[in-house]
């Protein structure tokens, strides 16, 4: 049994002006121990689809269809009580460090309430304890959990929302844009623990990023979003060596390679569809170089093809 199964999974954002649909009848299945790469541009629904699987998605966004099944429990049918003891089995690590961590608390005191709010029976000092150990298994002194986050490198604080992330065991590990607004050689850093912690905790890691060079290196499984739906779904390499959507080649030749500097980039042209009114048919045709005539006709539905899953009219 999958430890997480999306099933026609739908988030819509009313507003004055329309609805936006943020996530499209999204499905992915997920085994135990996996990475999972969520890939796309900005706005294509790679956070919200992140935050709806521990149903935190923000007001006024609403969970209108499908299923959330993490470990055999369909989250979409417990209670608000329920949900939040669910949240202690999944981590959950949110994109920028200095609005996540309250600024008037100290580091510990942070953990102190997470640990405490999930488990009654442990001490304010048992707690720091533990606290005491993830921070040095993530390359920080204990002598730390006195310091506020605005007396931490970026790095340091992004060290401890993977902390706060692991502080409970979680089966499922949930990262939005980890490495965002870091340097080059804290962005590697941190991807190097990430691995490390994988193998040391045994994690499921769901990876949400704009930077396909990262979920290259850490990822089983990619799931290419476009407009809130999935156009592009199965194991890393394969995707790498014979990409199908003509999006997810169109994000791997807007990227630089280093194994072949000789290739040029070619940036896709356009920008993604205003999802209060997108394109009729497949909403990447406006900019897709292949589109034809039922592009813009019908929407196209994820198939099987050469052991992935693609959703374009190319292989209907």
Do not use: W
């Amino acid at each position: 049994m999958p430890l997480l199964e999306i099933n026609s999974l739908t988030v819509d954002y009313p507003t004055r002006v329309g609805t936006v649909r943020a996530v499209d009848r999204v499905s992915i299945s997920l085994e135990k121990g996996q990475t999972l790469g969520i890939v796309g541009e900005s706005g294509c629904g790679k956070s919200t689809l992140g935050l709806a699987v521990i149903r935190l998605v923000p007001s006024p966004g609403i969970m209108t269809e499908g299923s959330i099944m993490i470990d055999g429990t369909d989250i979409m049918r417990l209670s608000n009580n329920e949900v939040r003891e669910l949240r202690g089995k999944v981590g959950f690590i949110f994109q920028d460090p200095m609005t996540s961590l309250n600024p008037v608390k100290r580091i510990g005191d942070h953990f102190v309430e997470f640990i405490r709010t999930h488990e009654k029976e442990v001490s304010r000092q048992e707690a720091l304890e533990k606290t005491g150990k993830i921070l040095e298994s993530l390359g920080i002194l204990r002598e730390r959990t006195t310091d506020y986050p605005h007396q931490f490198s970026g790095g340091m604080r992004q060290r401890v929302m993977i902390g706060l992330g692991l502080a409970l065991n979680p089966k499922l590990l949930i990262a939005d844009e980890p490495t965002t607004s870091l340097d080059v050689i804290v962005e590697a850093q941190i991807l190097e623990l990430m691995n490390k912690l994988k193998k040391d905790y045994d994690l499921t890691l769901i990876l949400i990023t704009h930077n396909i060079g990262i979920v290259a290196e850490m990822s089983d499984l990619i799931a290419v979003m476009y407009a809130g739906r999935v156009v592009e779904f199965g194991p890393t390499e394969q995707i790498f060596e014979n990409p199908l959507h003509p999006y997810t080649k169109g994000l791997l030749e807007s990227a630089p390679n280093i194994l072949h500097p000789e290739r040029s980039m070619h940036p896709i042209p356009g920008s993604p569809p205003d999802l209060i009114s997108p394109p009729p048919g497949c909403k990447f045709h406006p900019r897709c170089p292949h589109a034809f005539e039922p592009c813009p006709l019908r929407e196209p539905f994820l198939v099987m093809k050469e052991r992935r899953f693609v959703a374009c009219h190319l292989y209907d």
